[in-house]
């Protein structure tokens, strides 16, 4: 199942960061791995959506996070009014 949520921090030379999810819930920790765009690292309020799965101890982790374009088609009509003239 797919959830949303908002990333709370990433330590880049670490590799780990933590996601808030936006239904709330206790905020999930994830790696480097668990990024679907590893070249692009995350940055603190960005929108990912994520599963989750069962980690070590039993605790919850997000996996295959992604980026959500946010206000993506909201930019394109703004930049097309301003071209329009």
Same mark, same amino acid.
């Given at each position: 199942m797919? !959830?949303?949520?908002?990333?709370? /921090?990433? $330590?880049? #030379?670490?590799?780990?960061? #933590?996601?808030a999810p936006e239904k709330g819930g206790n905020v999930l920790d994830f790696g480097k791995a668990d990024l679907q765009q590893e070249a692009s690292?995350?940055?603190s309020g960005? /929108?990912? #959506?994520?599963?989750?799965?069962q980690a $070590?101890?039993?605790?919850? /982790?997000?996996?295959?996070?992604?980026?959500?374009?946010?206000? !993506?088609s909201e930019k394109q009509g703004s930049q097309a009014k301003q071209q329009q003239g």
């Amino acid at each position: 199942m797919t !959830h949303f949520g908002t990333i709370k /921090r990433y $330590d880049s #030379s670490t590799g780990n960061g #933590s996601i808030a999810p936006e239904k709330g819930g206790n905020v999930l920790d994830f790696g480097k791995a668990d990024l679907q765009q590893e070249a692009s690292e995350p940055e603190s309020g960005q /929108r990912f #959506s994520y599963e989750t799965k069962q980690a $070590d101890g039993g605790k919850q /982790r997000a996996v295959n996070l992604q980026q959500q374009e946010q206000g !993506h088609s909201e930019k394109q009509g703004s930049q097309a009014k301003q071209q329009q003239g």
